[in-house]
Structure formats: C-alpha cells, structure tokens
C-alpha cells in the first residue's frame, strides 16, 4: 500500500495495487483500500440482515399472533409451476411428501436465520455464504420470477454471496479475523474455507 | 499491497469459464438474441382469456437450465476447493494468499 498523491493536487488517499493474471491475461489495478473493506463489510451487513430477516419473520407466530407459521407448502406445489420441469418435478415431491416437506419447514427460517447471524457477524462466514447462495439458487429458479429478465434479486443474492466468499468478508470487522488468528486454524487451514 | 499474483490450476481456469461462462450464456447471451428474435419478454404474452399468444425464443426450460448448470459448476468448485485443501493442507495459503489479515 502506499500513499498517492493524486496529480499533484495534494489529496492523499491510500491506495493498493493488485496485480495478477486472469485466465493467462495479466491484470494490474489500483484500488481504495479503505473502500475496498468498507464496501465488503457494508455488503456482508445489509445480505447478513436480509437473511436474519427472512428466517426471522417465519418465526414471527411466536410473538404475533396474527403470523402463521411458515408452510412451505404453498410455494412448492403452486408456486413453482413457471421452474425448469425437472426443478418444478422435485418441488412439488417435495412438497407433497410429508417427511420432506416437514424438513423444508423446519430448514429454511432456521437456516435462513443462522446464515444471516453467520454473515451478520462475519463467524463461518465462507460456509454461511455458500448455503445462502444454495437456497436462493432454488428461489431464484423455483420461483421463476423471471418477468423482468433473468437478472433478477435472487441471482444478484447468489453473486453476492459468491463475493463475500472470495473476499473472505468475515475477516475485515468479523468474529473470522479473530478466529483465523487462533493456532486450531493455523494447524488446520482448510478450516479457513468455511472461515473467512 | 501485496502482490497476489498466484497460478491457477486447470480446475480453477474450468471453474471460471465454464461457470461463468454458463451464467452469461443464459442471462446475457440469450437474453440479446430474446430481446430481438420474436417476443421481447422472458415470459409467455397471454391475451385476456389467459392464453398464450407469445412465447419467447429461448424457453424458462432451456435458459433455467443453463444458468443452473452454471451456478452448479462454482457449487462443486466450493466443495472441491474444501476438500483439495483437507488433502493438501499446504496449498491453502500459497494458493490463495488472503493470509487473515485485521
């Protein structure tokens, strides 16, 4: 890193040169780092709290009386209807076999809450990341919403979380920066990839 | 900054074109030739009976499957990245040089 003084005109700001080689191309940048950490944690805020949220507000029967609890039910064997045949096929099974359906039931507010904690607080934030994308890899084609074009919320959800995951968001203001420093993770440094 | 310049294998470069490459076929690729091939919108037109008076070139089917298979490419990379660094544990820092950092 060092100090730039952009054209002469006295403005310092710190600024980070990456350089490496895409796909044999080879690739030299210059980037904020104070930005670049900002913008990663802004990032793994506002995707932590929209998951915290989603798994939240399926719990919400528990203090509102109004609220229903979560059934997934309805999306899978009626809302899936404009999917991929072969996705549509395996949600509605899924839906209509009791067992399966009473595990989606349970599975998605809890884990769309503990991937938003993970993410939140930037603890597993690699392993969070990974099955944030994986449930919305199914909204995005389940749901099909696709009346926009396909570059719709949820595939812009799965990008999201594949960033936070090259980034290693969890280690700049997160529980992993601290974590990735402990001797366990020095000694076992696969344990990185669910960290970081 | 450090220079992160690291050498990737053929498994990371397939990751990247292929994965990559899959998502922007169904998303960009045939979204243009959608655009202006036939009807404009992803969806089927229907008229007020609720019939389809339009479909697009490129079905949900075709499109969906395609950038399925593409987000599938990175999900498997994930995985193998977890387990080729349990196997050989030393590649983890060489290979990715995002020594943890404050």
Redesign the interface.
Known sequence: ?RLDDQEGLGVRQMV??????L?GRPVRFELS?PWTSYMVVFTRLLVGWWFVYAGLEKYANLWYAPAEAFDASGWLLHGTA??????HGFLVWAGSTGWLLAATNYAIPLGELLIGLGVLFGFATRLAA?FG??LL?FFY?GS?D??N???NGN?LG?ILF?QL?VF?AG?IWGVD?YL??TGF?RN???T???L? | ?S??????GPVD?FA??VGGGLVLL??VVL?LLDTFIGNPY??PVLNEAGEVVASPTFS??I???I??LG?AV??LY?VY??FA??VS??T??TA?G?V???
């Open positions: 890193m980070d040169t990456l350089e490496t080689t796909l780092g404009g999917a991929p045949g072969w996705l990974f994308a994986f890899f084609l099909a696709f009346t074009g396909y570059v595939l799965i594949m995951i290693g280690r920066g990735e420093r993770v076992h440094p696969w990185r990839y669910l970081g | 900054m220079n992160t310049d690291t050498e990737l470069t990247m074109v169904g998303t979204g992803p969806l949900v089917e499109r969906g499957t950038i399925a987000l990175f999900a994930a990245k977890l660094a349990i544990p030393e983890v820092a990715e995002d943890p950092t404050r």
